[in-house]
């Protein structure tokens, strides 16, 4: 099953834009997701509207943050990426005959819905700053 690592991505570039010192451009910042540049611009394109981040086109142009990384967290860049959900499986038919796929249904909607409730709540908890500082001392340290 492949999996979504757009989140994980954007965390990883909007740390790094946090300590660039000049804009850094849609081909470079491609490059560490692995993806081409306008794929990167598609995926950048929510965090620039949510007001996360802004393009500068030009000689000289590039991506740079509009916002601390103490005021972004987890669950406000998950919510830019427009994720539909946190999971990959879902009801095999949303309004079934049968009465044993609707219990089913039913254990299956009741548990990742809590755990959905208990995921967000996370990621809203953590912060960019945090990350960002995690990743410091984890240079500090040669790890």
């Not at 965090?47 to 000689?59: F, I, T």
Request: hydrophobic content about 40%; overall charge neutral.
């Amino acid at each position: 099953m492949n999996k979504d690592t757009r989140l994980s991505g954007v965390l990883h570039v909007l740390i790094h834009l946090d300590h660039a010192d000049k804009p850094l451009t849609s081909e470079a910042l491609a490059k560490t997701m692995g993806t081409n540049p306008a794929v990167f611009r598609r995926t950048m394109s929510g965090l620039r509207e949510a007001g996360y981040v802004r393009s500068e086109k030009g000689h000289g142009g590039g991506w740079v943050l509009e916002r601390k990384l103490s005021e972004m967290t987890l669950l406000d860049v998950f919510k830019a990426l427009d994720h539909k959900g946190v999971f990959s499986f879902g009801l095999r038919n949303d309004n079934p005959n049968c009465k044993v796929e609707g219990a089913v249904n039913d254990a299956l909607s009741e548990t990742m819905d809590a755990a959905q409730r208990i995921l967000l709540e996370g990621l809203a908890d953590v912060t960019l700053q945090k990350i960002s500082d995690q990743a410091i001392c984890r240079q500090a340290r040669g790890a």
